[in-house]
């Protein structure tokens, strides 16, 4: 698209916003953030290694079996949902979006709650955390109830 195109297609005659602007605005799926250079490069490291390592058990499983590889891929793509999708509509037209300190909050807490099953000091570690089925304790409740209220509101922040 030529640049006059361009510049005709994101504003209107009459200066206010074009079709891009309107349709972000009124998109049900809510468009991912614009994040500056820090947390873009966090999420893109973050990201990477989570494609190394669904590389790596596509190839090599890992010798826990794949209830730990979920865990653990849980543990690392949640946070970056908190981190790359804002919890409602754009705020202001600004070149960058990052996440405001409730949304660091909210990835560290996915970062400990969806790790918790494989945290050695939390819960003994991951098969301690098998062993416990069926008698789960009462912190192995709560840290699935939070999980859960996570899960949710991750799913509401990217479909809307």
């Not at 349709?23 to 614009?34: F, G, L, N, Q």
């Not at 945290?119 to 912190?139: C, E, I, K, M, N």
């Not at 859960?148 to 991750?154: F, G, S, T």
Request: net charge neutral; proline share 6%.
């Amino acid at each position: 698209m030529s640049r006059a195109t361009r510049s005709e297609h994101e504003r209107t005659p009459d200066g206010t916003g074009g079709a891009d602007e309107i349709a972000a605005t009124h998109d049900e799926e809510k468009p991912a953030r614009r994040l500056s250079r820090g947390p873009e490069l966090l999420v893109y490291l973050v990201a990477l290694a989570v494609a190394l390592l669904v590389l790596r058990q596509v190839f090599f499983p890992l010798t826990k079996g794949n209830q730990f590889y979920l865990v653990v891929f849980l543990g690392c793509t949640l946070p970056l949902v908190f981190l790359s999708y804002r919890p409602g509509a754009r705020r202001g037209t600004g070149e960058r979006d990052d996440p405001a300190w409730y949304d660091w909050v909210l990835s560290a807490v996915a970062l400990l709650v969806a790790f918790y099953p494989v945290l050695p000091f939390a819960s003994g570690g991951f098969d301690a955390f098998l062993d416990r089925q069926g008698g789960l304790s009462t912190v192995d409740v709560v840290a699935g109830s939070l999980l859960l209220l996570l899960v949710l509101e991750a799913t509401r922040r990217t479909t809307g």
